[in-house]
């Protein structure tokens, strides 16, 4: 072989091992060019390696769009980079960030779902974290075909997307959403109240609207049984429930509630209001957590028709009318006084 030949092959070698330091060098390279603590990088379904890499390159993650589609197409030809939502926060190299779109490492968003929330509550729950619009959630809510097998009688979702702690990625649908809520609902029926329900005079459906009332009436835990007992003993004697929650909810679903009870909404012709139709409404107005579910199969044994506030968190619970307006009496009586005491500091 020629000596010229060699000495070019020779270049060669050296010119392609120093192309291969340098990309190796800036492949390897940490580096963050945003300002923020954090950033949040969405990809579209369908975006090309070039689109992508120049998204990178345009919020600051890498440093050219050029090195980033070289080594994904250097190094990693045979794995796609996955669409979603991902959170950058420290300086990454190429070789990290393409791991993590390689990999799909999309961040998740926590969504936490308090006990007693409404469909109405939980929708405006994924407004505020900009996963879903209010109309797309309550529509994939009034599918009721997911609990049809346990509650055929149900209307919709309401009482059945369990109230708990969820993680959704960016762009997952609001039937995915309702689908995993009422998912967890069903594992803790099997785990916790199937066989009380089964043993049960009321159908789940009916169980669940009854836990969704005890629910809205109460934060505290020991008091639950007494207002189930309440419930129960009127449903028996065939007395209105006059649940003040239900009248909330049936404003809510003509789009007529502002906040706060107004006496006409007391006429609100709905099925929801237990204030003119005796017995249970025709499903839930909230989604219970497990102690009102129980609260609602295991009522305290009590002759009690009749609760109010006694403006410390809690209720007072009477067995007759008479006693029920004197405890009436003295919480509007704290109540003024509550009233006149924030005045006199304000």
Wanted: glycine fraction near 8%.
């Amino acid at each position: 072989m020629p000596r010229w030949v060699k000495l070019v092959i020779g270049c060669g070698l050296l010119f392609g091992i120093g192309i291969a330091g340098t990309l190796g060098y800036l492949w390897g390279t940490p580096y963050k060019n945003f300002k923020e603590a954090e950033k949040f990088l969405l990809i579209p379904r369908g975006t090309s390696a070039l689109g992508i890499s120049h998204q990178l390159e345009n919020e600051g993650i890498i440093r050219h769009w050029a090195l980033f589609l070289s080594y994904v197409k250097i190094c990693r030809i045979s794995r796609p980079l996955q669409a979603g939502e991902y959170r950058f926060e420290k300086p990454l190299s190429i070789r990290q960030v393409a791991d993590r779109l390689i990999h799909g490492l999309v961040f998740y968003h926590e969504v936490t779902v308090p006990e007693g929330y409404s469909v109405f509550e939980i929708a405006d729950l994924l407004v505020q974290k900009n996963l879903a619009s209010p109309e797309s959630f309550r529509a994939a809510a009034g599918d009721a075909r997911l609990i049809a097998d346990l509650a055929p009688e149900a209307r919709n979702l309401e009482g059945f997307l369990f109230p708990d702690t969820y993680r959704f990625t960016r762009g997952v649908s609001p039937e995915e959403m309702v689908r995993q809520m009422v998912n967890r609902f069903r594992q803790l029926y099997s785990g916790f109240f199937r066989t009380e329900v089964e043993q049960s005079s009321m159908s789940l459906n009916q169980v669940i609207t009854l836990a969704s009332l005890i629910e809205k009436e109460t934060g505290v835990e020991n008091e639950r049984p007494l207002v189930s007992s309440v419930f129960h003993n009127r449903l028996k004697l065939h007395i209105p429930l006059q649940c003040d929650p239900t009248v909330i909810y049936a404003a809510r679903l003509q789009g007529a509630f502002h906040q706060e009870i107004l006496p006409s909404d007391l006429d609100i012709r709905s099925p929801y209001n237990t204030y003119l139709h005796p017995g249970l409404p025709p499903g839930p107005i909230a989604n219970p957590g497990l102690w009102s579910v129980e609260a609602a199969l295991k009522p305290a044994a009590t002759t009690y028709l009749y609760f109010v506030s006694n403006n410390k968190g809690g209720h007072v619970f009477s067995t007759t009318l008479e006693e029920h307006n004197r405890a009436v009496a003295v919480y509007r009586r704290d109540l003024r006084k509550t009233v006149q005491r924030k005045q006199g500091r304000s």
